[in-house]
Nanobody, 123 residues
């Protein structure tokens, strides 16, 4: 199983970015996926999660109303649309997947991780 994250970059405050995470694996199909981020000198923190059925999604308070998580079945891809970006959103963003159809906010709940993509927001 592999998760490939992409879409990071540098933007000014107030700008937008869309991150993508594509999974691969002959028999793998996630039941839930999530986005986490890690800023320099800080622990990895929860950003957003959804069940692959689309029934449930959750967001960290710090991004609620600005970020949207969604997925496309056909392309095996999860996205994170990030609007109104702030300098404090600067971090390496990681996608993760789990084999349980429930949202989760802890890193230990996820079975597979992508390599991370860097988002830099300047003021």
């Amino acid at each position: 199983v592999q998760l490939q994250a992409s879409g990071g970059g540098s933007v000014q405050a107030g700008g937008s970015l869309r991150l993508s995470c594509t999974y691969s694996g002959r028999t793998f199909s996630p039941d839930a996926m999530g986005w986490f981020r890690q800023a320099p000198g800080r622990e990895r923190e929860f950003v957003a999660t959804l069940t692959w059925s689309g029934v449930r999604e959750e967001y960290a308070d710090s991004v609620k109303g600005r970020f949207t998580i969604f997925r496309t079945n056909a392309w095996k891809t999860m996205y994170l649309q990030m609007n109104s970006l702030k300098p404090e959103d600067t971090a390496v963003y990681y996608c993760a997947a789990r084999r349980l159809a429930a949202t989760a906010r802890t890193t230990s709940a996820y079975d597979y991780w992508g390599q991370g993509t860097l988002v830099t927001v300047s003021s």
